[in-house]
């Protein structure tokens, strides 16, 4: 329970500092959301009504509070733009997000694990070296890049895939999946590397214990020894890095997601800020804090499953 | 009158590490026999190769590890080297137990232990879950743990040291092995539970009419627990003998050398420890002559240039390395 206790605290905390800093920065900003609600042509005088009728000739810290006000209420605000809700916003723009993820990390695993074992079972062996080579090419390359080759081969060419477009699931769960595979599988190009490299490193080491000479002076096979002994003790730095990424995709994939016209939760970020909405800027900034902060828990929690001694110690790792 | 056929035999056998452009010898043509439900007792100073020495028996060697001919291991008869991977990993476990040195990292700390024991058993004799836990009370009783049906849930970290050798204990004897290799197995434990462990290993092994390689760096551990001690320095043999008739008559330096390392309880309270001067040698840069020769106070100039070979002492199979050996009888 104070595990639990502490990390809300945690969570109020950081929602505090991160929506301060934002809303610091959005009123740095020379231009103001009149100019954008207003439009191109609109007077001075136009900008100054709406400034007055949006509100935004309170202090900066005003504003803050107010809407500070609001969100304990569970009120986002209203885009100042589109005069949407801006929890409705978040709320259409959140599935494409969470499915692009979702996929998006499932393939990582699919190959980040595999490719960990068997390269650490057999260090420096010509699979080791041509997935590390593999990898570390892969890394070097920008995702929009591989995205691009991705769409030009399987999209337009091959007409596997839709080239851009998102199919929400309501239109089916097939072409929803077509809609998101060329996306996840650009994110997962570049993550699957970093996955395997940490889980295979750690899995050398873990290689190198005593129990593993004893499991294989029980006898048992290969897959035994790899899946069933070593495979657990050896993803601390794993589970790690997969909490940071997935934290890091639901507002960072917004280069993709805009590729790919994905309407997704990056997508309206980066619209709101270049709007100067801040309204709809703080609400995503919100959700990706409480993604954070939430996912940064299942992984302490997760520390846990994974190994009884910490289990004992109340979260020690955590 | 003809020996039955041994159990195991150990012949020339060499293993090899490459370490960039230079070879290290672990093992350096080591021949021994060890007959069914006897025990050899291996003593030696650390790096002198008994570790490697069990690990080749089990076929554990790092991988980059050679083992030129002509050196074999036959196990029951069988050339072990002959075997595939597969089938050598089928004795292992079933036919030859192990137990290692430390058991704070022998057991996996992420897995209960009532799981590490069955596992061999679930593997090797394809019992059930409920058989091979029903099996597993059975042996954790056998090696002394009182209160099996609760410690059985328990993980590593929950059990004391001495307790968790003794569940390594049972791991190792889960399939009725012929041959437990127990490699220095109460190094890492409390003095207290030292003795414990190896009457539970002698005693075990009498029941079980198993042979058994028992490891140490102490020839105290050894003496009364072997049937026949071999002392390894620098990857071979030097001095073998029934344990007894060591005792009686060491005729290598170094094993008197081993022998006098050991503290004794009559010794005066702030006695100095004695330990063996110099360093043990450069595997990869073995000398010509006898390896143990720079440390030796007897060495003489035919010492480092010629190799003593293994020779018989010709009284109760006591063979031994050494061109000046202790003369019979002096205990100086």
């Known amino acids: 329970m104070r595990f639990v206790g502490g990390k809300f605290l945690h969570l109020i905390v950081v929602i505090l500092a991160v929506t301060a800093l934002t809303f610091a920065m959005l009123d740095l900003l020379p231009a103001s959301a009149?100019?954008?609600?207003?439009?191109?042509?609109?007077?001075?005088?136009?900008?100054?009504?709406?400034?007055?009728?949006?509100?935004?000739?309170?202090?900066?810290?005003?504003?803050?509070?107010?809407?500070l006000a609001g969100v304990l209420r569970g009120d986002l605000g209203v885009s100042l733009v589109s005069g949407q809700p801006v929890a409705q916003a978040i709320v259409s723009h959140l599935p494409a997000t969470v499915e692009l993820v979702v996929l998006a990390q499932l393939f990582t695993l699919l190959v980040a694990v595999p490719v960990g074992l068997l390269s650490a079972w057999r260090v420096d062996s010509?699979?080791?070296?041509?997935?590390?080579?593999?990898?570390?090419?892969?890394?070097?390359?920008?995702?929009?890049?591989l995205a691009m080759v991705l769409?030009?081969?399987?999209?337009?060419?091959?007409?596997?895939?839709?080239?851009?477009?998102?199919?929400?699931?309501?239109?089916?769960?097939?072409?929803?999946?077509?809609?998101?595979?060329l996306p996840a599988v650009s994110l997962a190009l570049v993550e699957w590397v970093i996955l395997m490299r940490v889980l295979r490193s750690e899995l050398i080491a873990t290689l190198q214990e005593d129990f593993i000479l004893l499991a294989r002076a029980k006898g048992l096979p290969a897959w035994k020894i790899l899946l069933q002994h070593a495979l657990r003790p050896s993803l601390f730095g794993a589970l790690t890095v997969f909490g940071l990424q997935v934290g890091n995709l639901i507002g960072g994939a917004v280069i993709v997601e805009q590729l790919f016209a994905l309407p997704g939760v990056g997508r309206l970020l980066l619209a709101g800020i270049f709007a100067q909405d801040f309204a709809m800027v703080q609400g995503c900034v919100l959700l990706i804090a409480v993604a954070y902060v939430a996912i940064n828990f299942l992984v302490d929690a997760g520390y846990g499953l994974l190994d009884p001694r910490v289990r004992r110690g109340g979260f020690a790792r955590g | 009158m003809r020996e039955p056929l041994p159990l195991l035999v150990v012949d020339k056998l060499s293993v090899h590490l490459p370490c960039g452009d230079r070879i290290v010898r672990a093992i350096d043509e080591v021949s021994f026999t060890l007959q069914r439900g006897q025990t050899l007792a291996l003593v030696g100073e650390s790096g002198s190769g008994k570790s490697m020495l069990c690990r080749a028996i089990m076929g554990l060697v790092p991988g980059r590890a050679l083992l030129p001919a002509p050196g074999r291991i036959v196990f029951a008869g069988q050339d072990l080297g002959a075997l595939k991977a597969s089938e050598r990993a089928g004795l292992c476990g079933r036919r030859i137990g192990m137990v290692l040195q430390d058991p704070l990292s022998a057991l996996n700390p992420v897995m209960k232990i009532g799981r590490q024991i069955a596992e061999p058993m679930?593997?090797?004799?394809?019992?059930?879950?409920?058989?091979?836990?029903?099996?597993?009370?059975?042996?954790?009783?056998?090696?002394?743990?009182?209160?099996?049906?609760?410690?059985?849930?328990?993980?590593?970290?929950?059990?004391s040291g001495g307790m968790r050798q003794r569940v390594v204990i049972a791991i190792a004897l889960a399939c009725e092995p012929q041959l437990l290799i127990a490699d220095e197995p109460t190094t890492a434990l409390d003095v207290t539970v030292q003795a414990d462990i190896l009457d539970l290993l002698a005693r075990l092994q009498q029941e079980r009419n198993m042979a058994m390689i028992l490891v140490s760096h102490n020839l105290g551990v050894v003496a009364g627990r072997a049937h026949e001690t071999a002392v390894m320095y620098a990857g071979r043999i030097v001095e073998q003998a029934p344990t007894d008739e060591l005792f009686a008559r060491m005729r290598m330096r170094y094993t008197r050398a081993l022998f006098d390392a050991i503290p004794r309880l009559d010794d005066p309270a702030q006695a100095m420890l004695t330990a063996i001067g110099g360093q043990s040698p450069d595997l990869a840069a073995l000398p010509d002559g006898c390896s143990f020769a720079p440390r030796c106070a007897r060495a003489e100039a035919r010492c480092s240039d010629q190799a003593p070979t293994l020779v018989s002492d010709g009284h109760a199979r006591h063979r031994y390395a050494c061109w000046f050996p202790c003369a019979v009888g002096a205990n100086t």
């Open chain 1, 34 to 67: 009149a100019y954008a609600v207003a439009g191109a042509n609109a007077s001075a005088h136009d900008i100054a009504a709406i400034q007055e009728d949006l509100g935004l000739g309170d202090p900066a810290l005003v504003r803050y509070g107010k809407w």
């Open chain 1, 126 to 145: 010509r699979f080791d070296r041509f997935c590390s080579t593999l990898g570390f090419g892969l890394t070097s390359i920008p995702s929009f890049a």
């Open chain 1, 151 to 181: 769409v030009y081969f399987l999209a337009l060419k091959l007409k596997w895939f839709p080239a851009v477009g998102y199919a929400p699931l309501s239109a089916g769960v097939w072409p929803n999946l077509k809609s998101l595979f």
């Open chain 2, 122 to 159: 679930r593997h090797h004799l394809g019992m059930s879950r409920d058989q091979a836990r029903e099996r597993s009370f059975e042996l954790l009783r056998a090696v002394g743990i009182a209160q099996a049906e609760t410690r059985i849930d328990c993980y590593p970290h929950q059990l």
